[in-house]
């Protein structure tokens, strides 16, 4: 079985990327609760880059 290279590193985020530091916090925050729920419709941002 072979595993490809780029399967195995995290791609670096893209340059023209948003920085949500306030979202960011928010989302550490609710890391601390039982469940955090994060929903939104597709093309709204939902992978966090930090």
Excluded: C, D, W, Y
């Excluded at 399967?7 to 469940?35: C, T």
């Excluded at 093309?43 to 966090?48: D, P, V």
Aim: no cysteine; glycine share 6%.
């Amino acid at each position: 079985m072979q595993i490809l290279s780029t399967k195995l590193h995290v791609p670096p985020p893209p340059e023209n990327i948003v920085r949500r530091p306030e979202l960011l916090e928010l989302m550490n925050i609710g890391a601390k609760r039982q469940l955090t729920l994060i929903s939104a419709p597709a093309g709204f941002g939902k992978a966090l880059i930090s």
